[in-house]
């Protein structure tokens, strides 16, 4: 349908306007035209996944129709849409890669939600046995933990069934400042592998 157009007349109160009826019910069906096509335009929006869905005509303009036009940039294709080479930086990253957590907590039970965050580092040395508790860690995914104080720590995930191994021969060392590097190496739940590795650190700008 077309705009319906109301007809105020040449000059105010000259009786050459629609009537109150005709121009309201311009407006309804203009509200009507326009709230249909809105309902036609969003296809759906899954609310998991984010998704939504165009029709042909919804980003047409005159015979400009944009509908699975080639995109160019940073983001090229038509039907199916790329990300160009090199174009995702640090600040395109989730948390889970950038984000650093400081955490004062210095015994018992601690959660490290590697969703989140992708370092860790506990402020204070640590004054009781620690459980270092690594959470929503995926594969592929590294995580580093900067840890210190002479008390027992152990390593533990919130898969349901894991095997968390060692790699190399470093050791915690309860006198020093420790990092502690774990990389996530399958995500099922129910046979998850983790491999962490243990070394000391000092300031020190000669690495000889």
Do not use: W
């Not at 157009?5 to 311009?26: Q, V, Y």
């Not at 939504?52 to 038509?78: C, F």
């Amino acid at each position: 349908m077309a705009q319906q157009t109301i007809n105020i007349g040449t000059t105010a109160n000259d009786g050459t306007g629609d009537p109150l009826r005709t121009a309201f019910d311009k407006v309804n069906d203009n509200f009507t035209e326009l709230y249909n096509d809105d309902a036609g335009d969003v296809n759906s929006v899954n609310g998991q996944s984010g998704t939504v869905v165009l029709d042909s005509d919804d980003i047409s303009e005159g015979s400009t129709n944009l509908y699975n036009a080639t995109h160019t940039g940073d983001v090229t294709g038509a039907t199916t849409l790329t990300i160009a080479n090199d174009v995702v930086d640090h600040d395109e990253l989730a948390p889970r890669f950038t984000a650093k957590q400081e955490i004062a907590t210095t015994s018992g039970t601690i959660n490290l939600d590697a969703s989140s965050y992708g370092i860790f580092e506990l402020t204070s040395a640590l004054t009781g046995a620690t459980t270092l508790n690594i959470q929503n860690i995926k594969k592929g995914q590294v995580i580093d933990i900067l840890v210190t104080g002479s008390q027992t720590i152990t390593m533990a995930d919130d898969f349901t069934t894991s095997a968390i191994n060692q790699a190399g021969t470093g050791t915690y060392d309860g006198a020093s400042s420790n990092h502690i590097q774990v990389v996530c190496i399958d995500d099922n739940d129910s046979d998850a592998i983790l491999i962490y590795s243990v070394a000391t650190y000092t300031s020190d700008t000669n690495p000889a």
